[in-house]
């Protein structure tokens, strides 16, 4: 999904872990959706398949229940996919937080990081590098590189480790990759 706030701010849907997007889900269905996992849990076969097709089935539920929700970064408004064609727009009130559907966990989220590098960038790309930092970790946001965008490789690659580091040593990562040239240069998963 893909659509423009009335502020003009673009909301994308395009990637996982997004901290604007959230979902919400009616009272009348909490306790089904909670004895459906009791069931799940309490009378799923002894077998790995059964057990991932008790899963399956309470994944599918989850996706029914629940409706999508987007919170503008910009302004704050909310918008309610309800399975209709059109989004339901919300606006706060005075003091708008604009952070509501950031994990509960808060900056002990773990997220991700991704760094790449092109030497040769293609016509529509900007810079020759770029980094996101997709973590909840206020204390580290803009003491990098502001935009995210490299004209070197040595500084995104510093950058890139010292982020990792300091992510790591807090226990607020689960994912990172380095990439130039479409080559992996380091890659680095929690483990499960």
Known sequence: M???????????????YLSYKGYLMSDQDQFDLLDKIDDAIEKSGPSSTDKEEAAM???????????????CSNCGNFFIDNNHPSLEMFRGANQVNKNLLVSALGDKWRGFIYAEWKDKIPDWQTSNGTLFNETNSSSLTGQLDGNGKYSDWETLEQDYYQLFNELKNKNVIRYSQ??????VIHSWSLQK
């Open 2 to 16: 893909n659509f423009r706030c009335e502020c003009g701010q673009r909301i994308h849907d395009t990637t996982d």
């Open 57 to 71: 089935r309470i994944r599918s539920l989850i996706s029914t229940l629940f409706k999508t929700v987007y919170q």
């Open 178 to 183: 380095l990439k130039k040239n479409y080559t």
